[in-house]
């Protein structure tokens, strides 16, 4: 029983002084409700230094008529302190658990009015309108829900997010640094991205292995005028290795396959769909053609990583004018969640 419970990241036992650490407001009632635990594949670190809870509310700048949409909740320690500055908290919670110990507490607070508990995974649940997001999200989760906030369809002012320090320097990297990759450009495509502050793991209960950061996502007011699927389908072939000569990684067999499949099937006017006759001297077409936008454009040489955002639009734009296509347009099923954790398979410089 006890490795059992070495097994999970924390566990809040029963006594009053405990419930009050992790509520961080002192308002633990202490009436024998049960121990939570708190488990480190969901990502479940409350956040309980009001001090910092302040700052993140201030931060945002919420207005008294906005609808604020928190991820990951928890017990509430954040949920509280937005309930007092906004209209409206829709809490998207996917741990009955929380949800019960965040609807207790709100309820004491005679605040219940204002709250929308959405009982389920971000990952697949569909937000409502709101304005801005204030969160701390889940690690697991980090990557797919920022590029689904920053791609989504619900317009919003603002994300303030407290994330893995690693993770957020990812999106604030420019190129040629070392955490500059796939995510780092395409939340660049449509965002800009503030650090706040650096956020110690002993501000969190039961403590994570590494220390966070807060940062702010704003999503820009223009945008270029592009095919979002197939860009980041092209950011996908591109940082997959991320550190080699864009010469290297296009020629690939394998990859120079797939992109000949691809444009084939999304070049309507192709002469020889399904001739295997004519498949080999297409594909060396194919191959030279690609090889030809590379230099041309003067990309042969060059690396992903090092590429700023102007670079890689004016690439994509060359792909596509030589008719050379990254994802199949037809499929209204390709999704692209944006898992990042393939990217950067092999980092190795040549």
């Not at 690693?166 to 449509?190: I, M, Q, T, Y």
């Not at 702010?216 to 007011?221: A, H, L, S, T």
């Not at 594909?283 to 992903?304: A, C, N």
Request: charged content about 30%; hydrophobic content about 35%; overall charge positive.
């Amino acid at each position: 029983m006890l490795g059992a419970t070495r097994r999970v990241v924390g566990i809040i036992p029963r006594r009053v002084r405990s419930v009050r650490q992790v509520h961080g407001d002192g308002d633990g009632d202490g009436d024998g409700e049960e121990a939570l635990r708190f488990y480190k594949s969901r990502g479940q670190h409350i956040l309980i230094n009001p001090r910092i809870l302040d700052t993140i509310v201030r931060k945002s700048a919420i207005n008294p008529t906005d609808t604020v949409l928190e991820i990951g909740p928890g017990t509430g320690n954040l949920t509280l302190k937005l309930l007092e500055a906004a209209r409206k908290v829709v809490a998207v919670e996917i741990d009955p658990r929380m949800v019960q110990v965040l609807e207790k507490r709100v309820l004491q607070r005679g605040l219940q009015g204002k709250l929308r508990v959405m009982k389920g995974d971000a990952m697949r649940t569909q937000f409502p309108r709101f304005d801005i997001v204030v969160a701390n999200i889940p690690y697991g989760i980090s990557s797919p829900l920022v590029i689904k906030l920053v791609y989504g369809a619900t317009p919003f002012r603002s994300a303030t997010l407290l994330l893995q320090k690693e993770f957020a320097r990812r999106l604030l990297a420019r190129p040629g640094d070392s955490g500059f990759n796939r995510l780092s450009v395409n939340v660049k495509l449509l965002a800009d991205v503030e650090l706040v502050m650096d956020v110690s793991k002993r501000d969190f209960l039961p403590s994570p292995k590494v220390d966070s950061s807060v940062v702010i996502i704003r999503p820009k007011g223009q945008v270029p005028n592009l095919d979002l699927h197939q860009w980041r389908a092209f950011t996908r072939t591109c940082f997959t290795h991320r550190s080699k000569t864009l010469g290297a990684s296009f020629k690939q067999k394998g990859k120079l396959f797939d992109l000949f499949k691809i444009s084939n099937e999304n070049d309507d006017s192709s002469p020889h769909k399904g001739d295997d006759a004519q498949d080999i001297g297409r594909f060396t077409s194919f191959k030279e053609k690609i090889l030809r936008v590379l230099r041309t454009g003067g990309f042969e040489d060059k690396r992903p990583f090092k590429l700023s955002l102007e670079e890689l639009l004016h690439l994509h734009s060359l792909f596509n004018q030589a008719g050379i296509y990254f994802d199949h347009r037809r499929d209204p099923k390709c999704d692209d969640r944006f898992d990042d954790e393939g990217d950067d398979e092999d980092d190795k410089e040549e």
